[in-house]
């Protein structure tokens, strides 16, 4: 058995989906997945539906920082992995509302680190020297780059600029203290942009396909040059499993997708993809939708993963091209109807006209 935070979340569940594959392409037998989510917004059951219909996968719904919750998941399942996907992870709701961002970030990775180290500590023999915990943290916390500087590394010096990345910060000195003062199997990757299926809408790459094929604007954050290295997110999914069977306990692995793409080629690719595949019944073009807006306070200028190390010591490296991981995400989102229409609630609805409202084109 496994534990999984946030694991009804976009890598969270995309890693159950993974988890399970992976076995049956290697010829293991499926070991069961429990999932501890507090199903936020950005939370939704359905994205592994499948697997808790099959009895693979069971849903806890609680919070990370309620310690008995917590405490009562590992007691009644007895995993011997913990991976922790669970966060708040989007800067504009951080730029809003960081006091959620400190709380789940922070405040519940001590929770979930106390209460897994004391689980731990319970262990004998060999179910205590195999128990691993890994948590999933971001290339933000290292702050922005030039255009010239060189891509993170895992020796890069820390230097948050927005509230979501220094609570991410914040939870990876808490995970390497665990490991340096009390011994605690740590494990810790720091990636890059993910984009994939089952995405919440208000990221990027799903909000520019979802407003393209509703016929709304495209809002693009100032002058569209900002950098990402984009990461499909089975390709990080496939990481992190390597990390839990290679990794050395105390490290920490960047995962990039060595894919450096300015914001508005990102833009401009999925809309041509769209003239392609579901053209506009006017006969124009996806990209005359496009609309550059007022810039976010403190927008980071360049993200770029160095993933020499993982490449080197663990034998991981991306599958997937932008061109083809964007080519399979566009059309998920072309056939997954349902599932998007069960995350477009109200909440979400007023979350975007909040944050572009007030934003000059």
């Known amino acids: 058995m496994i534990l999984i935070t946030g694991g ?87 730029i809003s509302g960081p006091g959620e961002f400190i709380h789940t970030n922070m405040v519940g990775t001590f929770s979930l680190l106390e209460e897994s180290r004391a689980y731990w500590s319970g262990l004998q023999g060999e179910a205590k020297a195999a128990f691993r915990f890994l948590h999933v943290s971001t290339d933000e916390v290292y702050g922005s780059l030039s255009s010239t500087d060189a891509a993170f590394s895992e020796t890069t010096a820390y230097a948050p600029n927005s509230p979501y990345s220094a609570s991410k910060a914040g939870s990876d000195h808490l995970v390497r203290a665990y490991h340096h003062t009390y011994g605690f199997p740590t494990l810790t990757t720091n990636c890059s942009n993910n984009y994939g299926p089952y995405h919440f809408p208000e990221k990027l790459i799903p909000l520019m396909i979802l407003n393209a094929l509703d016929g709304k604007p495209l809002p693009v954050y100032g002058d569209g040059l900002n950098i990402r290295d984009w990461l499909y997110v089975r390709d990080h999914c496939e990481a992190i499993c390597q990390v839990l069977e290679k990794g050395t306990l105390g490290e920490v692995y960047n995962v990039g997708g060595i894919n450096e793409i300015k914001n508005i080629d990102v ?69 997954s109807t349902e599932w998007i229409d069960t995350v477009r609630s109200g909440a979400y609805r007023d979350w975007i006209a909040q944050n572009y409202a007030d934003r000059s084109a």
């Open 267 to 335: 833009v401009t690719t999925i809309c041509r993809k769209l003239d392609e595949l579901r053209p506009r019944a006017d006969g124009s073009t996806y990209e005359s939708l496009i609309t550059y807006v007022t810039d976010r306070p403190g927008h980071d200028r360049r993200y770029a993963i160095d993933p020499t190390k993982i490449q080197r010591d663990i034998g991981w490296s991306p599958a997937e091209t932008f061109e083809s991981g964007i080519n399979k995400t566009v059309a998920w989102y072309l056939q």
């Open 8 to 94: 009804a979340g976009f890598i969270g569940g995309n890693f159950v989906h993974h988890w399970f594959e992976r076995a049956a392409k290697l010829g293991l037998a499926p070991e069961p997945v429990v999932v501890l989510d507090k199903l936020t917004y950005a939370g939704n059951p359905a994205t592994i539906a499948t697997h808790l219909k099959s009895g693979q996968a069971t849903l806890v719904q609680a919070d990370i920082a309620d310690r008995d919750a917590v405490r009562a998941a590992l007691a009644t399942y007895q995993p011997r992995l913990v991976v922790h996907f669970a966060a708040e992870s989007h800067v504009d709701r951080s």
